[in-house]
């Protein structure tokens, strides 16, 4: 069964850059997205951005000019890059492998599983 | 980018019938998955796709979809399910959530 643990440091001073890696246990990790979620204190989901294994990327168009999501086959780890943090970057930080399935009728996709979540807070 | 859009709360006595819904053009050609978070965990898959329950998760939960709006449903709600409903799609700039739906059983 696939596990995905992640970590990174959790108190940020604003300007500093956010750094979040999370590995992959159990299972594949070709032919699958991975995606960085965050969640504000009391606030909803919000998609960060994904990759690949091939390193083929998407962003969020809000957060795109801060965001770097790279990945090391080798280690079957991706990680998160935020820089220039402010106090509205403080959330609880997840990753999660993305299943995206397609048939000729319909498209679908799921988030499963998930990282335990990191809380990142960015404080002067 | 598109967005979705659900009901901030919605309530449901103890054994009835709840439908959460979600509305967003995306949905048209992609089907929504769906996740519960209950406070301090992370969120769990409940449904995806047409209507696909992960396994572990009571056959009370399913979902549909119809147009532009993708809708959860849970069929004798159960005090346990009360938490924070998400639904999720996908666009041309990539994945999108709802803004949450509390779903409250009194």
């Known amino acids: 069964q696939v596990q995905l643990q992640q970590w990174g440091a959790g108190l940020l001073k604003p300007s500093e850059t956010l750094s979040l890696t999370c590995a992959v246990y159990?299972?594949?990790?070709?032919?699958?997205?991975w995606s960085w979620i965050r969640q504000p204190p009391g606030k909803g989901l919000e998609w960060i951005g994904e990759i690949n294994h091939s390193g083929s990327t998407n962003y969020n168009p809000s957060l795109k000019s801060r965001v770097t999501i790279s990945v090391d086959t080798s280690k079957n780890q991706f990680s998160l890059k935020l820089s220039s943090v402010t106090a509205a970057d403080t959330a609880v930080y997840y990753c999660?492998?993305?299943?995206?399935?397609?048939?000729?009728?319909?498209?679908?996709?799921?988030?499963?599983?998930w990282g335990q979540g990191t809380l990142v807070t960015v404080s002067s | 980018s598109s967005e979705l859009t659900q009901d901030p709360a919605v309530s449901v006595a103890l054994g009835q019938t709840v439908r959460i819904t979600c509305q967003g053009d995306s949905l048209r050609s992609y089907y929504a998955s769906w996740y519960q978070q209950k406070p301090g965990q992370a969120p769990v898959l409940v449904i995806y796709?047409?209507?696909n329950r992960p396994s572990g998760i009571p056959d009370r939960f399913s979902g549909s979809s119809s147009g532009n709006t993708a809708s959860l449903t849970i069929t004798g709600a159960q005090a346990e399910d009360e938490a924070d409903y998400y639904c999720?799609?996908?666009?041309?700039?990539?994945?999108?959530f709802g803004g949450g739906t509390k779903l409250t059983v009194l």
């Open positions: 796709g047409k209507n």
């Open positions: 999720n799609s996908r666009d041309s700039s990539g994945r999108v």
């Open positions: 999660a492998r993305d299943v995206e399935m397609a048939t000729i009728v319909a498209r679908w996709g799921r988030f499963d599983p």
């Open positions: 159990g299972g594949s990790f070709s032919g699958y997205y």
